[in-house]
């Protein structure tokens, strides 16, 4: 097979709660045919059962090292064992696509998202700390390249001891669909949504500021009630007034388009971004944005948001 194969780490489509890493590995997956057709990247994850439930349509092969989850995770920064190799000997070289590595002694890239945890280390178990921490130092041993997806973190793998020559600029991207009145309207009926409402669309967990949000809206009645859309992450995330919230759990990919379309306004206040893929996909669907200044997300917005104080309920407010 000519051209480049690439092994290419997509175990965090089977955590309990995915992401927007998996969301993004996942639509790279499926646009790099169109975009680079001498670039030939194989799927490598955990082994995990038949009966294993994934939410994505993985559009590459997968291959599956003897182990999964935090188990991979451990051997692979303590040991460098499984090697993808052993599964896939015939690669050129690794993506890992998020920022923990996968041990191998081929050529290595990382996409990194953020480096939140060295900002918010309160906002992560223990053990995600340690993974975070132990991941890092393996990135500075062993990874060639480091792909990040703002310029914030860029700024932070800076301050983290990689140089220059190691970090590129490699922004996300969405499928730029605009959703049919049939697919707002089908949302609408499945997922039981209000006439007018604000959606938040992400994991539920500290660091996207959901409780300032709410207590935010709290102080002007007028607010249409709020929508979140995500699984519930970690943390303990304290929530008054929730009379005015309607919690959707995990949307399928395929109501997303018309939830967003549906929406009022998308309000996305988070303490920390590595991109903040849901100011995009709000974008697309031409919803107006209201997000945080001085994070990635004002990078990501480009001018086109309205940016509010994530620290001030008074300026969240004012911003819806």
């Given amino acids: 097979m000519e051209g480049v ?61 003897p182990t999964s989850g935090a188990l991979l995770y451990e051997t692979s920064l303590r040991l460098r064992q499984p090697k993808v190799e052993r599964v896939l000997p015939e690669v050129d070289m690794v993506h890992n696509t998020t920022i923990i590595p996968f041990a191998t002694n081929k050529p290595m890239v990382a996409t990194v998202h953020d480096l939140a945890f ?53 922004p996300l991207g969405v499928r730029a669909e605009v959703a049919t009145i049939e697919q707002v309207a089908e949302a609408r009926t499945k997922l039981q949504l209000p006439r007018e409402f604000v959606l938040f669309v992400g994991t539920v967990e500290p660091r996207k500021n959901l409780a300032r949000l709410v207590s935010a809206m709290a102080q002007d009645p007028t607010l249409p009630p709020l929508v979140v859309a995500g699984a519930q992450g970690w943390g303990d995330v304290q929530m ?26 998308m309000a996305y206040p988070s303490l920390w971004e590595g991109f903040g893929l849901p100011v995009l996909e709000a974008m697309v669907q031409g919803t107006p944005v209201v ?26 407010c004012h911003g819806l």
């Fill in 5 to 65: 194969r690439v092994a290419y780490t997509l175990e965090q489509c089977w955590h309990r709660v995915p992401g927007g890493t998996a969301v993004s590995a996942i639509e790279v997956a499926r646009a790099m045919p169109q975009v680079r057709p001498d670039v030939h990247l194989v799927g490598v994850s955990g082994r995990h059962g038949e009966d294993s439930s994934v939410t994505f349509d993985i559009s590459i092969d997968v291959a599956g090292l």
């Fill in 118 to 170: 060295l900002h918010y280390p309160e906002f992560f178990t223990r053990q995600g700390n340690r993974v975070f921490r132990r991941s890092l130092s393996s990135l500075r041993k062993h990874a060639a390249m480091l792909l990040c997806s703002s310029q914030k973190t860029i700024d932070d793998c800076r301050d983290a001891g990689f140089s220059a020559d190691r970090v590129r600029y490699v």
């Fill in 240 to 265: 008054h007034d929730s009379d005015r919230v309607q919690f959707l759990g995990h949307v399928e990919d395929r109501y997303l388009p018309g939830l967003y379309g549906a929406a009022s306004v």
């Fill in 291 to 316: 997000t945080s200044s001085g994070i990635s997300t004002e990078e990501v917005a480009g001018g086109a948001a309205v940016l509010v104080n994530p620290l001030d309920e008074e300026s969240i």
